[in-house]
């Protein structure tokens, strides 16, 4: 006889499971309906968004109205408005330039330079007809200013104020200028001082001495430019004339002229060339015999020219544009080697050895300019006797590509 055997327990697990779970989808059901029909009926109370329409003239449209009849307002979008933000204003602070520094604000005379061997500074200056008669009779051989010029006599005390225990000559101590409106740089006159600045000196020794320029008797705002030799320093600026000052122009902006790029098209003897940073004109033009002349006359040691050759003289102006610094200068005492002659023979002559005619072009009195400055005078060129097709070429120092290069037809 078969028992009946009693389900398995596992068994009563698992409809216990299906009962709990049966339930749970139930009340999930009916809870979600409820939520369902509470929101449909919030949905009912929120009325729906009015939508604006362009008017156009003449026409009429359904104003919505409340439970009241009054005409609702109608909706509006109004651009947002961004505050405009205040500019701000900087003023800019005024440079003040410190005292020595620049041509602008030059310290007062008997302002001490201080160098890393040497200290000096300018103690008396004597101009004029009165320096002219002190140097006439300090030595018989000093020549009388040049018509239009004078003299500056200048006392300088030069001390040693280096840390070596060791005697230096004060001969190669300073190297001091003049300058003044014209914008151009003096050096000492080649000239026998009243009193000579020389001797050895040991640290803690002074001496005094005398120093001479030569300017133009019209020069104004004079003031001597003061630097250690042999030193790469700033210079110290003090002033002779009181108030002195001298502010450059900053405008002095010009672009360069693209005439006489080649040989095959020169520029024509009265052109003004422009090449940053200079501007330059060539003013006369004299060879042959009234060259060789001119030669002669400037210095009895000049020799003729060679042998089947020629001098050729050229008259040139020059003014420095500047490079932006008020101080930067640009020197005139190699300029004349950026001159050059080539002729039919297609040679590019060699500058001789000669001393120039008055004014000379590359001064060495007078060898340096600041911007607006401008220096005129001649150079003296060699060629073959006759030579037709003489061109001018310019090529300034450092222009190692060949893009400031200029030619000049000359006569």
Sequence with gaps: MTVPQSPSPWRKHLK??????????????????????MGNQDAAQIPPAATASPATAGATTDEPTTDSGATAPEP??????????????????PVVLAE????????????????????FAITNVIRGSEANALIAEANMFNDAPAEGFEYVLATVKVTNIATEDKAENVMLATYIRLTGSRNQLYNMANVVEPTQLEGDVFPNGSVEGQITFEVPSDESNLMFVLNEAFAFGPALYVEYDTGASVVPDPSIVMPDTQIGLSRDTPAKLDDTMVINPVVFRIDEVVRGADAAKMVEDANQFNDPPAEGMEYVCIKITLKYLGDGQPDS????????????????????????TVVEPLPQFSDMDANSVYAG????????????????????????????????????ALP
Excluded at 78 to 85: G, N, S
């Design 329 to 352: 200068t640009y020197s005139t005492a190699l300029a004349s080697n950026e001159f050059r002659l080539i002729g039919s023979q297609n040679v590019l002559y060699d500058v001789p």
């Design 76 to 93: 509006t979008i109004e651009p947002t408005v961004v505050p405009p933000t205040p500019e701000l204003t900087v003023t800019p602070e």
């Design 373 to 408: 400055g401008i220096i005129s005078g001649w150079i003296v060129r060699e060629v073959p006797a006759g030579e037709s097709g003489l061109l001018l070429q310019y090529q300034p120092q450092f222009d190692f590509f060949d893009t400031s290069m200029r030619y000049i």
């Design 16 to 37: 216990t499971v299906f009962a709990g779970v049966g339930i749970f989808v139930v009340a999930c059901c009916v809870l979600g309906l409820v939520v369902s029909r």
């Design 100 to 119: 020595g520094a620049s041509r602008q604000n030059p310290a007062p005379l008997n302002t001490e330079f201080r160098g890393k061997t040497w200290a």
